[in-house]
T-cell receptor, first 115, second 110 residues
Framework: GAVVSQHPSRVICKSGTSVKIECRSL??????MFWYRQFPKQSLMLMATSNEGSKATYEQGVEKDKFLINHASLTLSTLTVTSAHPEDSSFYIC???????????FGQGTRLTVV | AQRVTQPEKLLSVFKGAPVELKCNYS??????LFWYVQYSRQRLQLLLRHISRESIKGFTADLNKGETSFHLKKPFAQEEDSAMYYCALGRGSTLGRLYFGRGTQLTVWP
């Protein structure tokens, strides 16, 4: 079946640094991927839609300059949290649409801790 | 504005009992609704979508536009059904762009 993989699964970074999270479609090409954020014991919140070869579409209230999204190939989207602060600590999850199988195939998530 | 409401944060039933996880939505357009399940330490998985009208693992869900509901039901719960269940609303013209409810943690006791 379709697999979406995120890397790393966990990352700890120092406040003020930037961290990149990768989302890969392992056995299919994904022209569209999505990035979500999940706070502890809360629901998933859609952050942005990542479009291959074009700019990402951000949801209202999400800082574009803070959360940089790049979708340079049909199998990879990256989310870079720039100048991370402790309040950016969260669980980040990506999903992708699978041609012919539907959509909403999720990665395993990345736990970001900013210290 | 679109919204998905799952009124129960926690739900417990005994094995063999019927279970219903509630989901209500508000959306000005034509809704596309889903149920996702997350088992312990696993990723989110699609369980059902209203368009397909299928039964997965004994679960069914019917879209009731009059009541704006998409409740998830199973007549006889099993212990392996214990998981976190999220109701989600597809929004906009971009497929896969989802708005999630807060989730319901289902526990099925032996």
């Amino acid at each position: 079946g379709a697999v979406v993989s995120q890397h790393p699964s966990r990352v700890i970074c120092k406040s003020g640094t930037s961290v990149k999270i990768e989302c890969r479609s392992l056995d299919f090409q994904a022209t569209t991927m999505f990035w979500y954020r999940q706070f502890p014991k809360q629901s998933l919140m859609l952050m942005a839609t990542s479009n291959e070869g074009s700019k990402a579409t951000y949801e209202q209230g999400v800082e574009k300059d803070k959360f940089l999204i790049n979708h340079a190939s049909l199998t990879l989207s990256t989310l870079t949290v720039t100048s991370a602060h402790p309040e950016d600590s969260s669980f980040y999850i990506c999903s992708a649409n699978v041609p012919g199988q539907g959509y909403g195939f999720f990665g395993q998530g990345t736990r970001l801790t900013v210290v | 504005a679109q919204r998905v409401t799952q009124p129960e944060k926690l739900l417990s039933v005994f094995k063999g009992a019927p279970v219903e996880l509630k989901c209500n939505y508000s959306y000005s357009g034509s809704p596309e609704l889903f149920w996702y399940v997350q088992y312990s330490r696993q990723r989110l998985q699609l369980l059902l979508r209203h368009i397909s009208r299928e039964s997965i693992k004994g679960f069914t869900a019917d879209l009731n536009k009059g009541e704006t509901s998409f409740h998830l039901k199973k007549p006889f719960a099993q212990e392996e059904d214990s998981a976190m269940y999220y109701c989600a609303l597809g929004r906009g013209s971009t497929l896969g762009r989802l708005y999630f409810g807060r989730g319901t943690q289902l526990t099925v006791w032996p």
